[in-house]
């Protein structure tokens, strides 16, 4: 079974579309993030949610907006694409809490190209 | 900003040679994490190693932590071609929804 999913793999659209990814996570995490990897391989955090809250919101353009509508979904949504967003995007997910430290799960990623 | 370092940026070795990466960082940490990433595919969590901890083990990987010198290392030992991959380290503040600050990784080449 797939611990994080996401859809699609890959994403190829122009200039100026909106576009959406989605996130789905079987592992019963509260917290889920996403991340985007450039081409130098170079992995920033952008958001994250816990319960459905917005917990991480790094300097993200808001065009780029994050959906959480359980806790188990955590997708994000692109508006007016640019060629600067061609990347991979990774969602990712974990446990929080109890002032314990925890690892995250990835996902496969989405390869986003703009042209 | 970018919180880790590595190096080396890439590093190719042979099968049944060990492999060492080293990670720097700049501010304060709960927690430092390894993770490899296979070409075209997502992270994988290896090992976690906690700031009051100095070594952790686990299979062929080694993990050392030095706090006064915010540097730590990952050994991976008798490699396998299996091992080629991308390794990046992570550092990780307990709280504030456990973000996790990614280094520039070392990119891992095991030849037969």
């Known amino acids: 079974d797939t611990a994080v999913s996401q859809t699609p793999k890959y994403l190829v659209t122009q200039m100026g579309n909106d576009k959406s990814i989605k996130c789905e996570q079987n592992l019963g995490h509260d917290t889920m993030y996403w991340y985007k990897q450039d081409s130098k391989k170079f992995l920033k955090i952008m958001f994250s949610y816990n319960n459905k809250e917005l917990i991480i919101n790094e300097t993200v353009p808001n065009r780029f907006s994050p959906k959480s509508p359980d806790k188990a979904h955590l997708n994000l949504h692109i508006n007016s694409l640019e060629l600067g967003d061609s990347a991979v995007y990774f969602c990712a997910s974990s446990q929080v809490g109890g002032g314990t430290d925890y690892e995250q799960y990835f996902g496969p990623g989405t390869r986003l190209t703009v042209t | 900003s970018q919180q880790g370092e590595e190096d080396p940026q890439a590093l190719s070795i042979q099968e049944g040679e060990n492999a060492t990466m080293n990670c720097s960082y700049k501010?304060?940490?709960?927690?430092l994490q390894w993770y490899r990433q296979n070409s075209g595919r997502g992270l994988v969590h290896l090992i976690l190693i906690r700031s009051n901890e100095r070594e952790k083990h686990s299979g062929r990987l080694r993990v050392t932590l030095d706090t006064s010198k915010k540097s730590s290392s990952l050994l991976i030992t008798a490699s396998r071609a299996a091992d080629t991959a991308s390794y990046f380290c992570?550092?990780?503040?307990?709280?504030?929804?456990?973000?996790?600050?990614f280094g520039t990784g070392t990119q891992l080449k095991v030849e037969l």
């Open positions: 501010t304060s940490i709960n927690n």
């Open positions: 992570a550092t990780g503040k307990t709280g504030g929804g456990n973000k996790l600050t």
